[in-house]
DNA sequence: ACACTCGTACGACGATCATCGAAAGGAAAG
DNA sequence: CTTTCCTTTCGATGATCGTCGTACGAGTGT
């Protein structure tokens, strides 16, 4: 038995934010195609990103993004729905997320 | 002989800089205080910083710095001077250096 | 029941990280 | 010349990172 329930999904509060580690988990490459995805798409399905690593890799960096407090994830059947949690993180660090991104290459 | 000459300090042309680069030198606490030390006065020598680190962890914050193309440092007999590449950085992304640090506690 | 899809957990890998102490260079001051 | 000061290089440490293959669990559909 390795995992004999799905561990329930920890999203840390918008309070416990930390710039570090929201500025950790911007700065790669692959996490930062999935939050410009996620600003223009309001809701996705975690394969549904225009990403090329190995699933594996990708569950690793979506964990990154939702320790860090910049992405939500919710559990529908097969399917794990992810949304930006913008509006939080507008309001601890304003204008960061956008800034980042119109900075960011297309 | 260990360093047989003080190596010439590289810093990268503005045109070379990445965002990935860059936001990783800010995602740390000491680096972050040094780039709000530069933003406010214009040049520093280097022990004068309002960090508490040993010496030769300040010397590897400002190497990451200086590679990610973020600081500038010159050499004048004993001090190494130090100041932020405010101008490049906010014609390459404009609005980062601001936003973060307006967005980083105090 | 069966196969298929979606996404994860568990290691494991080499690479990089932040930190420090010790030693040393060059410049300045005595 | 000798001492002191500023900052670096080197080497080491333990931690974290990004990547992947493999195995698996839970849903979906036939």
Redesign the pocket.
């Known amino acids: 038995?390795?995992?004999?329930?799905?561990?329930a999904l920890v999203h840390p509060e918008a309070a416990d934010l930390t710039l570090y580690a929201v500025l950790?988990a911007l700065?790669?490459?692959?996490?930062l195609i999935i939050v410009r995805t996620l600003r223009n798409d309001l809701e996705r399905?975690?394969?549904?990103f225009p990403v090329s690593?190995?699933?594996?890799?990708?569950?690793?960096?979506?964990?990154?993004l939702r320790e860090a407090g910049v992405i939500h994830?919710r559990e529908e059947?097969?399917?794990?729905w992810t949304t930006l949690r913008y509006d939080e993180l507008e309001a601890r660090f304003p204008g960061v997320i956008d800034t980042v991104l119109r900075a960011a290459p297309a």
């Open positions: 038995m390795a995992h004999p329930r799905r561990p950790h700065a790669d490459p692959t996490r399905a975690c394969g549904t690593v190995a699933p594996s890799t990708l569950t690793h960096h979506f964990r990154v994830q059947g097969n399917r794990r």
